[in-house]
């Protein structure tokens, strides 16, 4: 086998393997967190809507709370009619109920698009690596030929 095809080989299995295929791994775990956010998001439009329907938002209600290794309290909510969202670094600000589901809708919108590109990013890679692949099989074929 010719040692110059041979490094050529190894280059490439190299690259593959510790940059595009780490690429690739980092990307998928984005995109978890993204659409984990999205799901959390509209878990909450739901809640909020159910509040709205159910007319919680201005009777208040019970809930039983978890405080913690399946144990349980009973709590009344007297005032539903506001929620607290996490705005980014660590701060909340308080908004009416149908302020917070025109900002959940934003949101959910922005990162649908932020999960869009990481799907495109994650098929350039993809594409690449079996660029690459291809190519050594040529390569071997090539060797094999010779």
Same mark, same amino acid.
Request: aromatic content about 6%; charged content about 25%.
């Given at each position: ?12 299995? =190299? ?6 295929? =780490? ?5 998928? &775990?984005? %995109?978890?967190?993204?659409n ?11 809640t909020? =809507? =159910? ?15 978890d405080? +913690? &290794? ?19 670094? +660590? /701060? ?8 917070? %589901?025109?900002?959940?809708n ?5 990162l ?14 993809s594409? /690449?690596?079996k ?9 071997q +074929? ?5």
């Amino acid at each position: 086998m010719n040692p110059d095809i041979e490094q050529k080989i190894l280059k490439f299995e =190299t690259f593959v393997n510790d940059v595009l295929k =780490t690429d690739l791994a980092q990307l998928e &775990q984005k %995109l978890d967190s993204k659409n984990a956010d999205v799901a959390e998001f509209i878990q909450l439009k739901s809640t909020i =809507t =159910t509040l709205q329907a159910n007319e919680f938002d201005k009777n208040g209600f019970k809930t039983q709370v978890d405080v +913690g &290794q399946n144990f349980f309290i009973e709590a009344h909510v007297p005032d539903a009619s506001k929620i607290l969202l996490d705005v980014g670094l +660590g /701060h909340y600000v308080e908004f009416s109920l149908n302020d917070a %589901l025109v900002i959940i809708n934003v949101r959910i919108k922005l990162l649908e698009k932020q999960i869009a590109n990481i799907r495109k990013e994650i098929a350039k890679i993809s594409a /690449h690596i079996k660029l690459i692949l291809l190519g050594i099989m040529e390569l071997q +074929g090539l060797e094999n030929t010779v």
